[in-house]
């Protein structure tokens, strides 16, 4: 299944010298607050928003645009991924979704029950997939929707997926002078892996951006 040649799908992260997205108790501060300031420009300028259901297991993030002056534009829509639905009713996202455009993408093993509720709290709800989620069929079906450019702010498993499925245009990386350590830390991205660095999925560097004051750089890489 082929995607649209004019979809821009992005994924944002930062991440530590050796490589880890968050501490292995899940804290994901990692970069400045000008990195930050840089982010939530980013997100100003795109149609929606892609994260995977344990960023909001663990963060409970808003997803919104904050930090940037007289931004007239409306936050971009809030897409979960979430197989069996699992987000909690009380989190930030449900309880903002009848005022901030929200999608929950869930299989079919998402009870009945479970997607009513969803509803209810003025979430939009698409099933893709019976036990997993076809990621190329859903980014084929939010381009059919109107999305043209989509940020992916997700995990190392998320991270892993969409870049796997050839999804990713574009790869924008901070990388903060920390060193987290720990085995159990999420790294940028997780997933099965290739067995051999010639399988290994080649980008074009096609700019950096270095923030001396903080001590990072951002790296921007296109496939």
């Known amino acids: ?11 944002n992260s930062a991440m530590t010298l050796d490589g880890k997205i968050s501490s292995y108790t899940g804290n994901s501060r990692i970069s400045s ?9 980013l997100r100003s300028k795109v149609d929606a928003i892609v994260v995977g259901i344990n960023t909001v297991l663990i963060d409970n993030p808003m997803l919104t ?9 409306s936050c971009p829509t809030r897409i979960i991924i979430d197989s069996y639905g699992r ?5 930030k996202i449900l309880k903002t979704a009848a005022t901030i455009k929200t999608i929950i993408v869930v299989t079919k093993q998402a009870s009945k029950d479970t997607i ?3 509803k209810k709290l003025g979430a939009h709800v698409i099933i893709v997939g019976s036990k997993l989620i076809n990621l190329k069929k859903l980014f084929n079906m939010l381009y059919k929707m109107g999305y043209r ?4 702010e997700g995990g190392g498993e998320l991270n892993w997926s969409c870049l796997h499925d050839g999804i990713v245009n574009e790869l924008i990386i ?3 002078p920390i060193v987290l350590g720990g085995r159990n830390a999420i790294t940028l991205v997780e997933g099965r892996g290739y067995s051999t660095i010639s399988q290994g999925i080649k980008l074009k560097l096609t700019k950096i951006i270095q923030n001396k004051n903080d001590n990072e750089i951002t790296l921007y890489y296109n496939n």
């Open 33 to 41: 607050k000008k990195d930050i300031v840089r982010v939530h420009k």
């Open 65 to 73: 645009v904050r930090f940037i002056r007289n931004n007239r534009r």
């Open 116 to 118: 009513e509720k969803i």
């Open 149 to 152: 450019k989509i940020l992916i």
């Open 87 to 91: 987000i909690p009713l009380d989190s």
């Open 1 to 11: 299944m082929k995607l649209p040649t004019d979809l821009k799908v992005i994924i």
């Open 174 to 176: 901070t990388i903060a």
